[in-house]
């Protein structure tokens, strides 16, 4: 294992001190329990939006904190999610009065932690919404398995629920614009490496030269099926068609099209996965009213990439065009 | 033949023990069907736990599972903090009343634990997670001291029925919990998190045994 | 090597095609000869900015093109120098008749086809100006050899000269502030693993799993030495003193600290390095005015990272500030 | 005796043969000391140069080189594209004038040319550049012609020139191009660009000798 680490047990602490140095300007960092939150908050009278989880997915969540955004994240170790006193704490620190949203990745350790945390804020008396982001295809979804996994759609609600948030929506508004978000986005990963946990010190998975894992989660977690590498074309058609196939995506739809890298896969690669993403749409009819390429929700350094499509709607168009300023993620301001 | 203060936190100190000396074997046991961490988060949580239990002044039995119980919810995270932290954290609750802990005390216990276990992860049996080694385990346990068998023969059943619930863990199709990811790929893989569960059991065995401690 | 690729001939065009596909609101791609322009160039009466380089950098430099940074960029072959027609194209394309600054990394690759383009357009009638960046300190600097590497002063020279320029300045002016830019700029970079040129196939060198390269340049040329594998406090330690030792840098200066990753290095330790070289400066009295920390400068899929320091003046810092509009650096706007 | 059009053309293919041939040896040698690309580089260039020139209708010699020099400039890039690209478009220069191409004429343009590759470049004899194998060459031609010898005998020798020549490289230090910022440690390798400088003296002693075409 090489990183640019000191001790794996202390990449997270140490990570949350960089961004504290490097963002002081938007973010405050609280090291007892950990979390990020804006330095403004709490924004009275406005709901606050608060999402975390594993460590590993940078910048999700931490750097998505910061106004037209979330109002906090919840940073637990790396791939492990946070703790209840953390997003209790999170949750007390950026409520303005006006309700809090806990957006929360659909992973048993997360709604458990989530879940955990809301019961001791709503004690408390903040009223608690929490939305569960499920977008996963890769995974079969039944009443009988913990469902499918949030991944992508995760990015693009935590910042088309922020802006509603920012507007001054209600609580019960930006939850169900939430939903909403979660119900017609759809993603697909493929990894062509694996990552490698720091405190674990080797690969999560082995990977033949010529072999790819397809639907692979956020966290190494393996996928539908092993493949024989092939051309980004065809990976791409075989992700795509996985994504458009479940909701399903239609001929005359709008969408939010999310290229997504793993950490370890070049921007230069992802151009060329943009390309066929946009050619495969387009044959299906299907336009691309919005885009974002680039390594948002990662999995360390893993070689690989994910496809988000977002069914667009007016209100989530101009939400996810309003101005954000985070450091992940910024622009209008 | 009551369940001391002191068989309490040897108990607790036994885990951590196995916990820290099998850490590697559990993220890889991880690694193969989750995210390659229970090892290393349940190492996490038994490492805080370890001091605080032993900076505890001698008192109850309960006191000291709701100090354990405390400690890995706020250490551990993931899936197995939440969940262990409940099963101790019940204990704690029903032991709250008792004065001593005798075989049955720590029988009904554990069964409640295991039950809050389940209804705080909606986990059943044979959906391959921890509850297929902690509900053969207390069951053997409650029906071996149904049966008169002694308090030492019976933490003996229990932590063979963990044994082999974690075992049985192996050719099952996950239900719940990350490994549930992997569909039918799950199967072949012995669950972890069943694994520290057997790993508890013996702990409790080894305490609690007479003549140990 | 396992690459999000079709064919290893094509990458350059496939990127540029998914580019085109993905930014046409900011810039325009041309696939014969390969530029990226704004969308809205030319402006008339404003210096044009000009850079170019090897491919598999990313987002340098196609993705630093639109408002307040550079008119064109042109993209040669993976770390190939482009050549001069498609210079000659892109300056002609871009310039609004107040001059065009050439911005180049000295490479004799770089520096002759961008030489032999100048000539071409200078015959036109384009009054062009070069400046050459060659801030990395890994490389003595000597009249006898090739001098330094142009590095991650480039980027923070296109952004912060597009600015001058969009604001109006002269040529003159545009290239001095340039110059200056390069001359109050260092950089240091370290390489953990290898990068895999697509065309090459296999790993442009190796490296011992405990083994990092000091100084490594960022299309994988070896750089000062290789050294065992350190924590990341003392790689920043001997990376940072190389840098502020070499201008120096002295107490009191105000830098803008750039924490780049070289393509394969995941933002969490980015962050860590920051920590560090924040720690460092302070303990060398040198306030950090500005920050980027992400990865701009990449080396394909290489792990590692560069760190540079610009000591700012009001001017640069104005120009830093001033609003950008590219798909790879926003804000402001 | 003279070089003919279709001897210019054989020059061309030879070369353009032998770099493909040699592609990943050339591309390892500079992986060693530059960037890993030289053979992928000048193979891109020639299959660019081979159609344009197997297209172009009988003529001058100078014209061949000219296409040579344009479509190298346009389709290389790095180091290796303007300076190729400076030989042949000063090889076309300086026998434009000629009606045939005498091997005197084949001589000075090359000598011409080296020069000019060294003006651009900026590169001096054992800088550890393709100049180290041109030079040698050029001048091997030039003294032997000078001496009398056949032209045979004379690309011969200039053939052997520019091997040794790229030979000698290997211990020398860097102080052009990419290879110069390893500094000491680029010592101990051949230069790859003055390895394709011999075989682009091999091509033309394969091409031009009597009894070759
Ligand atoms: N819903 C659940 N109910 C009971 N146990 C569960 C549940 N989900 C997961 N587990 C247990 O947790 C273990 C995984 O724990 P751990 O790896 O620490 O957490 P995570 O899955 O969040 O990484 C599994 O092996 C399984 O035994
Ligand atoms: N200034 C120079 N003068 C002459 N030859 C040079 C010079 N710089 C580099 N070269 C030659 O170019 C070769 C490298 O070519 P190539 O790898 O194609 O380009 P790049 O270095 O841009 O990747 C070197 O081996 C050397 O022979
Ligand atoms: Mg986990
Ligand atoms: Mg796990
Ligand atoms: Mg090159
Ligand atoms: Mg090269």
């Known amino acids: 294992m090489k990183k640019l680490i000191n001790n ?57 904190v910061g106004m037209g955004m979330l109002s906090a994240a919840c940073p637990g170790e790396v791939f492990t999610s946070p703790t209840p006193d953390q997003i209790l704490a999170a949750t007390k620190a950026v409520s303005g009065g006006s309700g809090v949203l806990h957006i929360v990745k659909n992973y ?30 890769a995974v079969q979804d039944s009443l009988y398995t913990a469902g499918r996994r949030g991944v992508g759609v995760t990015v693009l609600a935590e910042k088309i629920c922020g802006a509603a948030a920012e507007a001054g929506r209600s609580l019960a508004e930006v939850a169900d614009l939430c939903r909403r978000v979660n119900q017609q986005g759809r993603t697909m990963g493929v990894a062509l490496t694996s990552c490698t946990v720091p405190a674990a010190g080797k690969p999560t998975f082995d990977l033949g030269e010529d072999e790819m894992e397809i ?5 190494g977690e393996p996928g539908r099926e092993r493949r024989k590498m092939g051309p980004a074309d065809e990976i791409v058609e075989l992700m795509a068609a996985a994504v458009t196939d479940d909701l399903p995506f239609r001929s005359g739809d709008s969408v939010l099209a999310f290229v997504n890298g793993m950490g370890g896969t070049p921007l230069l690669e992802l151009y060329i996965v943009y390309r066929a993403l946009d050619r495969f749409l387009k044959g299906k009819g299907i336009a691309i009213e919005r885009n974002l390429i680039g390594s948002y929700i990662t999995s360390l350094e893993m070689a690989g990439c994910s496809i988000t499509l977002l ?4 209100e989530m168009t101009q939400y996810w065009d309003a101005p954000v300023n985070t450091p992940g993620l910024r622009w209008g301001v | 033949m009551s369940v001391t203060f002191e068989q309490a936190r040897a108990f607790v100190s036994k885990f951590q023990e196995a916990i820290a000396a ?15 961490d229970h090892g290393i988060n349940m190492d996490r949580g038994m490492r805080a736990v ?29 899936a197995s903090g939440p969940l262990y932290g409940t099963l101790f954290l019940q204990l704690g609750t029903n032991l709250k009343a008792k004065e001593s802990v005798e075989p049955q005390d720590w029988s009904e216990a554990l069964t409640t634990a ?14 391959k997670t921890m509850v297929d080694a902690l509900l053969p385990a207390s069951q053997a346990l409650a029906s071996g001291l149904a049966a ?22 192996i050719p099952m199709v996950a239900h719940r919990g990350r490994a549930s990811y992997l569909g039918d790929r799950s199967a072949g893989h012995q669950d972890p998190g069943a694994t520290s569960s057997w790993m508890l059991m013996r702990a409790a065995r080894e305490a609690f045994a007479t003549g140990s401690n």
Do not use: C, W
């Open chain 1, 8 to 64: 794996p047990e202390n990449v997270v602490r140490e990570e949350l001190e960089g961004i504290a140095a490097a963002h002081s300007d938007r973010v405050k960092v609280s090291l007892d329990p950990y979390y990020v939150m804006r330095a403004d908050a709490p924004v009275a009278g406005k709901v606050a939006v608060v999402s975390g989880g594993g460590s590993g997915h940078e910048p999700m969540h931490g750097g998505f």
């Open chain 2, 148 to 169: 008169g068998d002694e308090f030492d023969m019976a933490l003996q059943a229990a932590e063979e029925a963990a044994h082999q619930g974690a075992l049985d863990t």
């Open chain 1, 311 to 314: 069914r667009l709607d007016r």
């Open chain 2, 50 to 78: 370890l001091p605080k239990v032993e900076a505890l002044p001698n008192g109850t039995v309960a006191d000291l599972f709701r100090t354990v119980a405390m400690t890995l919810i706020s250490t551990v995270g993931g």
């Open chain 1, 215 to 219: 639907g692979i989660g956020i966290h």
């Open chain 2, 22 to 36: 099998d850490k590697e074997y559990l993220t890889e046991l991880d690694s193969a069907i989750g995210d390659g």
């Open chain 2, 114 to 127: 295991v039950a809050a276990v389940m209804s705080r992860g909606r986990a059943e049996p044979r959906d």
């Open chain 1, 108 to 137: 048993t350790g997360d709604i458990l932690n989530f879940e955990m945390a809301a019961d001791l804020a709503k004690e408390e008396g903040i009223e608690v919404e929490a939305v569960i982001t499920n977008d996963d295809v």
